[in-house]
């Protein structure tokens, strides 16, 4: 990983990326959907089925049926939210080669530009919708994407030198 610089006059810098570490980037992808707070929905109803579900079945009254299905479904919400924040993004970095690629961005004035072995793209800042920050990472999310871009924290740490 490297950086350069450009003239003054049309500052930009380039950082060439090649992301090596899978934890690094299932953690930031975690972070990065925690952060959301309509991922939290899953959880909660999952939680509050399994609650329903168990006092259902203490109760005297309760119908034994209705509260195995609640407890049940509470419990599928639940793991299928442990499966998304565990192991579905370890398994993207597995399963797509892609996001191991050496890759370059350059960030100028004009907007930010990406450049891979099979693809290029170019972006104006207007499309820039998001950007996320932890001790990590620094995450792009453009208006036009469903994807994240993201760069190690310490390739920036590198380019403020």
Same mark, same amino acid.
């Given at each position: 990983?490297?950086?350069?610089?450009?003239?003054?006059? %049309?500052?930009?810098?380039?950082? %060439?990326?090649?992301?090596?570490?899978? &934890?690094? @980037?299932?953690?930031?992808?975690?972070? #990065?959907?925690?952060?959301?707070?309509?991922?939290?929905?899953?959880?909660?109803?999952?939680? &509050?089925?399994? @609650? !329903?579900? @168990? $006092?259902?079945?203490?109760?005297?009254?309760?119908?034994?049926?209705?509260?195995? +299905?609640?407890?049940?479904?509470?419990?599928?919400?639940?793991?299928? =939210?442990?499966?998304? $924040?565990?192991?579905?993004?370890?398994?993207?970095?597995?399963?797509?080669?892609?996001?191991?690629?050496?890759?370059?961005?350059? =960030?100028?004035?004009?907007?930010?530009?990406? #450049?891979?072995?099979?693809?290029?793209?170019?972006? #104006?800042? +207007?499309?820039?919708?998001? *950007?996320?920050?932890?001790?990590?990472?620094?995450?792009?999310?453009?208006?036009?994407?469903? *994807?994240?871009?993201? !760069?190690?924290?310490?390739?920036?740490?590198?380019?403020?030198?």
């Amino acid at each position: 990983m490297h950086n350069e610089v450009s003239d003054p006059m %049309h500052p930009r810098v380039i950082l %060439h990326i090649q992301l090596t570490e899978a &934890v690094e @980037v299932a953690r930031a992808l975690r972070w #990065q959907f925690l952060r959301n707070r309509r991922s939290l929905v899953i959880p909660i109803v999952g939680l &509050v089925l399994v @609650v !329903c579900g @168990v $006092i259902v079945l203490t109760s005297s009254g309760g119908s034994p049926g209705a509260g195995l +299905g609640m407890l049940g479904v509470g419990a599928y919400f639940l793991l299928l =939210f442990a499966f998304v $924040i565990w192991r579905a993004p370890t398994r993207s970095w597995r399963r797509t080669p892609a996001i191991r690629e050496p890759r370059t961005m350059t =960030f100028s004035d004009e907007g930010i530009e990406g #450049q891979t072995a099979l693809s290029e793209s170019r972006s #104006q800042w +207007g499309l820039l919708k998001e *950007s996320y920050e932890n001790d990590a990472f620094f995450m792009l999310r453009l208006a036009s994407r469903k *994807s994240l871009s993201d !760069c190690a924290k310490a390739v920036h740490r590198f380019t403020r030198r």
